[in-house]
Every structure is written in structure tokens, then in C-alpha cells.
């Protein structure tokens, strides 16, 4: 009962940051990019607990486990390496574009057909993120009640406190919890760590078990097949998080140019190394306990880690590793409930329907309540599915759908709305003919879909067609842009010369 009392204090605390946040919520701007104002360590506390979710502390220890570092090649690796190339190569020049959500750039760039498109694709991407959350939140409950609280009524529960403090509160509340939950992550999960180590008789006993193994070894044997499905995999998160409202957020949500570029890369990289953390953990479990991981291996491998804590560590390091828990899956279950409604209603909503910013906000909350129902749904569905599969099986829409015409976009004057549109219909159409047909068994249908999809964006944008005029709008290198045809958001930002 200790444990509970004190996750329900943990679980208070949350909602009460997130509704305290709230209150410094007054447009869409605030609502959706914090206003624009955020610091450095916000940023990289943000972007790192928004991808240190449930598949981090329970789906990649799993995954390592069952096929070693080479089965981890999406998360963290794809993971990490996709926030540190949003740095790198995309943060400065959207974040002096001005824009609420990525859905504005392909508007700019490419027109409105595109932008609704686009932000089609992502928003059902987010289906299977947001339920690998919401899945774990119910496993998280169900353990914790000793199974008077269901799989499903765990769900239900966890949806709805996740659901308060990010309804009111937007990014602000996301933001302000997350730089919470980020330290209760580090130091929750180090000492279960150190822990864990001591109950092994050592790390090196923990390290020598898993070289012995074969768990070190990451990249795939040397066949074509091999190769081209670890590649598939890589590129699965790695480039299917890119074009993603989530992501672009936290870069939007900086207080300068050079936070937005500095705050993804050194969360990248702060998430990939720690994300070894939960490896070591899991792997510690089967020196600890052998018999009872090795069972657990053949039913759930998803409950060696929290199974391990409850049987075999004190009070105190149960309420830090549940706190953990469940701060990696509100963070990330937050921001990945707020994001595909700011890009419903700024960019499908509002082509349809204009409004004014107050009533924008109001949308934006309606459709986070009409959002996590359906997620919710969703899960309950989909229960019984690993949570890494959930995530892998999100980010391929991106990956098809929406990578090329922003990379080119940005980075390439001749791209033309007529090669956002081939791309867009050759990616997501030879990734439907791969992934439905047992050409699967062959040929990875994400990477098939991202070739062509490039193919398609080049070709496009170079053959001519009658009529075909282009729409080479302005880009990013060209500063700050306005919101064309939906009225400019006022930020502080936006008030401030470009970086």
C-alpha cells in the first residue's frame, strides 16, 4: 500500500504542475509552442523525456534481450540520431520560418493540398505512438494492484490523468512536467541501476553475461537481406521522426535560434546514452534471477524489468522506478496527445473552417478530448501488441509520406508541389503494395516506399506539365515568414529580428 500511496502523491503532483502551467496559457501560441520562450535546459529536458517513453524503460531492455543491440537499431539508435539531424540540418531554418506546426511549412512550401495531406499522414502516425503509452500506463497499474485494476481499466486511468494536466496546459504544462519527470528518470533509474549491479555481484558479472551472449553485436549478418531489413529498421524512427509535429514542437518552443538547434542534439545524445540504463537493468534480471526471467522471457519479456523491482528491491527503490515509469510514459504520452491536435486543427480545421485565435485554442482542446478517446479506443484494441512494435509500426507513415518534401523543401529551390505530390503517391503507394503482399518477406516496405518516394519527389519536380506552374514559395533561408491565409500567431518571436 506504501508504494501506491506514494505513486498517487506522484501522480497528484503531475496533474497539479500541469494545471499551474496553465495559467500561462492566453493564445494558440502559448497553447501550442509555449510562446516561443523556453531555455536551453527546457529544451533538452523536453526532447529527451518526450523519447524516453514506455518502449525505452520496458520495450528496448525487451528487445535487447531477445536479439541484442542489433534488435535496438530503431530505438534508441534510429531515436536518437533523428533528434541529433533535426539539430543539425533542420532546426534553424524552421524555427525562422515562424511557424505553429510543420503542417504550416508544407502550406507555404507546397500549397494546401499537401499541407492537408501531410498532416493526414502524421496524425495517424501518432495512433500508434500515443497507444504504446496508453498500453503500458494499463500494464504499469496492473502490476502495481496486484491485478485488482485490469489491463483495460489501467488504460482508461492513466489516459484520463494524462488527459487533464495537457488539456489545460498545452506545451507549457508538457514542458514543465517533462523538466520534472526528467530528473526523476535520471536519478529513479541510476540507483536502480547501482542496485541492480550490487544484487549481481557486480556490473561486470552484468556485462560478461551479455557479451557471452552475443548481445554487443549490432550490425546484421553480411547478406543483402540482412542489410537491407536492419536498414529498413534504422531508418524507420530515424527519419519518420523528423517530419513530426511532435519534435518540431520542442524546436518552435525555444527561446532563439540557436536553443532550437543546440536543445535536440544534446538531448539526442543524453538519450542515447542513457537509454543503456534499462538495458543493463534487464539484463542485470537474468543474473539476478534466472529462472523467473527466463520464464518471463517466453510469455512477456515487457515484465522482467518492473518484476525484477518488485521481487528482488526495497520500498523506496519501488516508488523511484514506478515514479520513473511512469514520468518516461506522461511525458511522452503528453506531447504525443497534444501534437496531432494542434496539427488537426491549424491545419486541416482551419482550410475548412477559419477561426480566430480564441476559438482556435478552443478547437485545440476539443480535438485533444475528441484525440485521446480515440487513442484510448485504440489501445484497447490493439492490447496484447508489443510496445516497441506500436512505435516501429508509427513512423513509417512519415517515412513515405512526408521526408522528402521537407528535406527538398528546404534544402532544394527546384522542388515543385507536383514533386511533393509524386512523393507523396509513390511512397505511400509501393509501401502499401510491400507491406500487404508477401513482397514484405523481401524487401522491407519502408525503405521501398522511402526510395520511391525520393524518386518520386525528384522526377516531379523536373519533368514539366501543362499548366504545371511551380510553387517555389519562399524558404527558410529567406527568414521569417508570416502564416499565409490563416492570420499571423503573435509571439514574442515573432516580434525579435530573425537569428
Not at 40 to 47: A, G, H, P, Q, R
Not at 441 to 464: D, W, Y
Amino acid at each position: 500500500m506504501t508504494l501506491i500511496a506514494f505513486v498517487a502523491l506522484y501522480l497528484l503532483a503531475s496533474v497539479a504542475i500541469g494545471l499551474y502551467a496553465a495559467t500561462r496559457v492566453k493564445n494558440t501560441a502559448d497553447y501550442a509552442v509555449a510562446g516561443r520562450s523556453l531555455p536551453l535546459i527546457m529544451i533538452v529536458t523536453t526532447t529527451f523525456a518526450t523519447w524516453f517513453g514506455s518502449e525505452t524503460v520496458l520495450g528496448i531492455p525487451s528487445k535487447f534481450v531477445e536479439g541484442g543491440l542489433q534488435k535496438t537499431v530503431e530505438d534508441p539508435f534510429g531515436a536518437a540520431f533523428c533528434l541529433i539531424f533535426v539539430g543539425m540540418f533542420f532546426a534553424r531554418k524552421l524555427y525562422n520560418m515562424d511557424l505553429l506546426t510543420i503542417g504550416d511549412f508544407y502550406r507555404q512550401r507546397y500549397g494546401k493540398g499537401v499541407e492537408i495531406f501531410s498532416a493526414s499522414v502524421i496524425l495517424i502516425s501518432y495512433l500508434g505512438w500515443v497507444a504504446a503509452q496508453i498500453t503500458a500506463l494499463g500494464l504499469v497499474f496492473n502490476m502495481l494492484s496486484g491485478g485488482a485494476i485490469s489491463t483495460v481499466q489501467g488504460m482508461a486511468l492513466g489516459t484520463a490523468i494524462v488527459f487533464v494536466y495537457t488539456v489545460f496546459g498545452g506545451m507549457w504544462s508538457v514542458a514543465l512536467t517533462d523538466f520534472l519527470q526528467m530528473i526523476i528518470i535520471v536519478v529513479g533509474l541510476s540507483l536502480i541501476a547501482w542496485f541492480a549491479a550490487d544484487l549481481a555481484g557486480g556490473a561486470g558479472k552484468v556485462v560478461d553475461y551479455a557479451a557471452g551472449k552475443d548481445m554487443f553485436q549490432f550490425f546484421p549478418e553480411p547478406t543483402l537481406h540482412a542489410w537491407l531489413f536492419w536498414l529498413g529498421a534504422a531508418i524507420t524512427i530515424m527519419i519518420g521522426s523528423i517530419p513530426q509535429q511532435d519534435v518540431f514542437q520542442r524546436v518552435m518552443s525555444a527561446k532563439n535560434a540557436d536553443t532550437a538547434v543546440k536543445g535536440p542534439i544534446i538531448g539526442g545524445i543524453s538519450y542515447l546514452a542513457f537509454a543503456f540504463v534499462p538495458m543493463f537493468i534487464g539484463v542485470a534480471a537474468f543474473v539476478i534471477m534466472p529462472e523467473v526471467a527466463a520464464q518471463l522471457a517466453e510469455q512477456d519479456t515487457q515484465k522482467i524489468l518492473p518484476t525484477l523491482v518488485l521481487e528482488r528491491m526495497p520500498v523506496w527503490l519501488q516508488v523511484m522506478f514506478f515514479g520513473a515509469l511512469l514520468s518516461a510514459i506522461m511525458s511522452t504520452a503528453s506531447a504525443t496527445l497534444l501534437a496531432p491536435s494542434t496539427t488537426f486543427v491549424e491545419n486541416i480545421l482551419k482550410n475548412f473552417h477559419p477561426l480566430p485565435d480564441k476559438r482556435e485554442l478552443r478547437a485545440m482542446r476539443i480535438t485533444v478530448f475528441v484525440f485521446t478517446v480515440c487513442v484510448l479506443i485504440y489501445s484497447i484494441i490493439m492490447e496484447g501488441t508489443p510496445i516497441y512494435e506500436l512505435v516501429a509500426m508509427a513512423y513509417q507513415f512519415p517515412v513515405v509520406g512526408a521526408f522528402w518534401p521537407l528535406v527538398c523543401g528546404l534544402y532544394w529551390k527546384r522542388s515543385t508541389t507536383q514533386g511533393a505530390i509524386w512523393s507523396i503517391v509513390l511512397g505511400m503507394s509501393t509501401w502499401a503494395i510491400l507491406e500487404f503482399t508477401p513482397l514484405s518477406e523481401v524487401f522491407p516496405s519502408v525503405l521501398g516506399g522511402f526510395i520511391m518516394a525520393g524518386i518520386g519527389m525528384v522526377a516531379g519536380s523536373l519533368v514539366p506539365t501543362q499548366g504545371n506552374v511551380a510553387h517555389r514559395a519562399r524558404t527558410a533561408s529567406h527568414g521569417p515568414h508570416s502564416h499565409a491565409g490563416h492570420g499571423h500567431h503573435s509571439t514574442q518571436a515573432s516580434k525579435r529580428p530573425a537569428q
